[in-house]
């Protein structure tokens, strides 16, 4: 095991109020010392909007817990929505802000045709219903996903994103998010490590995830997340090899939005010893020393 893997417990991906996660930043950083968790990022959907609150918890509480400023850009690579993780980046620097801004400008208006098309298909209220959901944060289509469960339309969320908001299906929009070289250069500019997200989840042949990886590789992106909670020994093997072959540095991290039965912060994530965490790019060598590693 990596020295440091044996002494933390990492989780960089999770969620809060400030876009779709159910806990608000203070809920969730108190779970994550709860769960043994020493370092954790929040990495909201083209927001960091949850990080100051959280902070402010962690202090309030003196919670024993690392917080890695983080957030989570959408972006559009060959037809497909595939998401970069940004860690360790300065919120406040003006490239990341624009980009931002732009990406929560391109949420609004794709949220409104969502709600323009489900209102033709004869499902009224959809914009109130998710605006509602969203409560401010980053409106994305999880919350158009439980006011569809809510009004009765599917009794499950995997089964709405099924019927209704996949790809092709009456409440899809084809959306206009950055491309992946955009959020790797505002990533780098606020002096932070790119991540391209769950690898596994595009539902790309092993041609295509190839092809991804040399493009996200070549715009200068970082790392790839390898663990996740939710994966099969032979899945994670997989994208240890692709960490290897691209020479990315390797994440973990278990995309927390609530708790559930296979979900939960920290649980399962463990990277191969032999891959480079994506930790030591921004722990200095010295503090590693000083945990004795
Ligand atoms: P958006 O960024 O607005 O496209 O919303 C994407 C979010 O919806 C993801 O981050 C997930 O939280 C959620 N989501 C996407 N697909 C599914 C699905 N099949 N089942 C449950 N949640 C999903
Ligand atoms: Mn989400
Ligand atoms: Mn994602
Ligand atoms: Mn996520």
Not at 278 to 292: F, I, M, Q
Request: proline share 4%.
């Amino acid at each position: 095991m990596h020295p440091l893997t044996s002494r933390c417990r990492y989780d960089l991906h999770s969620h809060t109020t400030a876009s779709d996660g159910l806990l608000t930043p203070q809920q969730l950083v108190l779970r994550a010392v709860e769960m043994g968790i020493s370092t954790l990022a929040i990495t909201d959907h083209d927001t960091t909007a949850g990080l100051g609150p959280a902070r402010a918890a962690i202090v309030e509480n003196q919670l024993a817990l690392t917080l890695v400023d983080g957030v989570e850009i959408s972006t559009l690579w060959e037809n497909h929505e595939i998401h970069i993780v940004g860690l360790a980046i300065d919120t406040r620097h003006p490239a990341l802000c624009a980009l931002l801004e732009e990406q929560s400008e391109r949420r609004i208006l794709r949220a409104q045709i969502i709600a323009e098309r489900l209102e033709k298909a004869r499902i009224p209220g959809a914009w109130e219903g998710a605006a509602r959901y969203a409560n401010g944060g980053a409106i994305t289509r999880g919350h158009f996903a439980r006011f569809l469960v809510e009004d009765g339309r599917a009794s499950t969320i995997a089964g709405v994103f099924k019927s209704y908001l996949a790809k092709g299906k009456t409440g899809y929009v084809p959306p206009q998010w950055c491309t992946i070289k955009q959020a790797i250069d505002a990533i780098h500019h606020s002096g932070g490590v790119a991540v391209l997200a769950h690898p596994g989840r595009y539902r790309l042949s092993a041609k295509w995830l190839k092809r991804l990886l040399a493009d996200f590789a070549a715009a200068r992106g970082d790392a790839m997340e390898v663990a996740q909670c939710q994966q099969a020994p032979h899945e994670r093997s997989q994208l240890a090899q692709l960490a290897r072959q691209y020479h990315l540095l390797a994440s973990q991290g278990s995309d927390f939005h609530q708790s559930c039965p296979w979900i939960e912060l920290g649980r399962n994530l463990r990277l191969p010893d032999d891959l480079t965490p994506v930790w030591s790019a921004w722990e200095s060598s010295a503090s590693v020393e000083e945990r004795g590693a």
